[in-house]
Structure formats: structure tokens, C-alpha cells
């Protein structure tokens, strides 16, 4: 199994990653009702959380991402009117390798239930050193079991 990512997009969410580069970027992949994929991407309020709340959220924005409510709010509106749909989420590590995090997991899983809060997507991870991108990968919920999965990367047009 893969997951395939045209070569536009893939260059869009690498250099967003690169731009907000010492700190993590994050954003959506959405597929709009004509069956464009676009890149969507979101602010990054781990900073302005990390300040607020030190305690509750200890990492700042070099080390973990949380997506701006107000706008994950708007494209969930949107997918709900049917006028998109989603097709992953993603975010950088900035001077780490890509791989799927326990903290991603956690924020990825509703916790109850160990089931994904958005079933069926992938999640892509951008590693990010000195600035320059260094890999991309995906992952995506297995069931049997109940763990992110590594899945290859296709690149096409």
C-alpha cells in the first residue's frame, strides 16, 4: 500500500515546512468537489498555547503543532456542506527525522476508544533539517493493529 501525493503538492507542503522551519508547520490536504487537491495551510497556535499555559502545553512550536480551532473548524464545515473532503494532515519536524510520534499518535487517536479521529486519512510527516527538507513519509491507521503504519510515498503528476 502507498499513498500518492502529485508532485505539486508534495513541493507546496516541503516548502511550507521550510518556511515556518525552525518551527513545526502543519496543514490539510483537500480534495475539492471538482477532485482538485490543494494544500490548506493552518496556523500553528503551539506557541501562543505554550505561552497561555506553559504547564498544560510544556512543548512550543519547534516541537509540536496543534492547527488554529477556528480554521480546523471552517474545513470541517466545509467537508460537512460536501464541498471538499479530507485526505490527510500533515506536519513538519523541524531537525528530525519523519516518523509517526507518540505525541502524533495521541493526537491523532481518540483515546476511549483507540480509533482514529479521522478515519481513512494519511497522515504526512516532513523532516526539516537546517532549513532544507531531508524526507517525507506517511502513515496511516492499520486496524488489525490499531497502530500508524508506515506506507511508501508515490510521487506523480
Given at each position: ?35 482538485r487537491l490543494t494544500v490548506r495551510r493552518c496556523r ?114
Amino acid at each position: 500500500m502507498s499513498v500518492r501525493l502529485p508532485s505539486a503538492i508534495l513541493g507546496d507542503m516541503r516548502r511550507h515546512a521550510e518556511e515556518t522551519y525552525p518551527h513545526e508547520c502543519c496543514g490539510v490536504l483537500i480534495e475539492t468537489a471538482d477532485g482538485r487537491l490543494t494544500v490548506r495551510r493552518c496556523r500553528n497556535v503551539q506557541n501562543e498555547l505554550h505561552a497561555q499555559d506553559p504547564a498544560e502545553h510544556p512543548r512550543d512550536a519547534r516541537t509540536a503543532y496543534t492547527i488554529d480551532a477556528q480554521e480546523l473548524l471552517a474545513i470541517t464545515r466545509e467537508v460537512d456542506r460536501g464541498a471538499a473532503s479530507l485526505s490527510a494532515i500533515y506536519h513538519s519536524h523541524p531537525d528530525h527525522a519523519a516518523y509517526f510520534s507518540a505525541e502524533d499518535r495521541t493526537r491523532a487517536v481518540i483515546e476511549e476508544w483507540d480509533e482514529p479521529i479521522y478515519p481513512g486519512l494519511a497522515y504526512v510527516v516532513v523532516s526539516v533539517r537546517d532549513g532544507r527538507t531531508a524526507d517525507v513519509k506517511a502513515f496511516e491507521w492499520e486496524a488489525e493493529s490499531s497502530e500508524f503504519v508506515e506506507r511508501a510515498v508515490e510521487v506523480g503528476e
